[in-house]
């Protein structure tokens, strides 16, 4: 089945911008989407259909998809930020349709 | 206003079968397009997607897992069912059930709270 390689963990100071990478064989072929999981909560989508912020989420946060990467982008970064991001795809291709990555620790120094 | 909601045991033994509900509401499983999964996630791991059934009643599932996983619906509860059989210490993880609303490539916009199930004798 079709994978999803995330880098474990991502420092960035606040006031600056982090990037989180999404790895995956021509991802830019597909629709990847991001959510963010603070501790003990359930995942909140970020961006959808690569680029898409849903109503309430901070303008900080873009995402961007092309060739092998799909990329995660927080400006200006706060200490609220800080949590484990994940990126999804469905491979409509396979009888396993849906596909997390391994999830990326976000930590704000 | 979506809401989706786990409920079943804190706790089972090993090689015991599992029986998790996910009941739901502000939309219908009967509308096209509707889909509810189930995702776990282990203490400190990666989300794992399980299972998924549509509002036309197809049902798709881990390849890892599809030996052991059942999911079905009724609509008229609002509810989605997953049984997963022969549960292993492995297997202890927060199970949660979360929504797409149309086609294969449609995100997960809302989730249930999750709940925690431990495998131990």
């Known amino acids: 089945s079709y994978v999803l390689t995330q880098p474990p963990s991502v420092s960035v100071a606040p006031g600056k911008t982090a990037r989180i990478t999404c790895g995956g064989n021509?991802?830019?072929?597909?629709?990847v989407h991001w959510y963010q999981q603070k501790p003990g909560q359930a995942p909140v989508l970020v961006i959808y259909?690569?680029?898409d912020r849903p109503s309430g989420i901070p303008e900080r946060f873009s995402g961007s998809n092309s060739g092998n990467t799909a990329t995660l982008t927080i400006s200006r970064v706060e200490a609220g930020d800080e949590a484990d991001y994940y990126c999804?795809?469905?491979?409509?291709?396979?009888?396993?349709?849906?596909?997390f990555g391994g999830g990326t620790k976000l930590t704000v120094l | 206003q979506v809401t989706l909601r786990e409920s079943g045991p804190a706790l089972v033994k090993p090689t015991q079968t599992l029986t998790l509900t996910c009941t739901f509401s502000?939309?219908?499983?009967?509308?096209?397009?509707?889909?509810v999964s189930w995702i776990r996630q282990p203490p400190g791991k990666a989300l794992e997607w399980l299972a998924l059934?549509?509002?036309?009643?197809?049902?798709y599932y881990s390849t890892s897992l599809k030996t052991r996983l059942t999911i079905s619906k009724d609509t008229s509860k609002n509810q989605v069912v997953l049984t997963m059989t022969n549960m292993d210490p492995v297997d202890t993880a927060t199970y949660y059930c979360?929504?797409?609303?149309?086609?294969?490539?449609?995100?997960?916009?809302?989730w249930g709270q999750g709940t925690l199930v431990t495998v131990s004798s």
């Open positions: 979360a929504r797409t609303t149309g086609g294969v490539t449609t995100p997960f916009d809302y």
């Open positions: 059934i549509d509002w036309d009643d197809d049902k």
């Open positions: 259909y690569d680029s």
């Open positions: 021509n991802i830019g072929s597909k629709s």
């Open positions: 502000g939309f219908s499983l009967s509308t096209s397009g509707m889909c």
């Open positions: 999804q795809v469905w491979d409509s291709s396979s009888d396993h349709p849906v596909v």
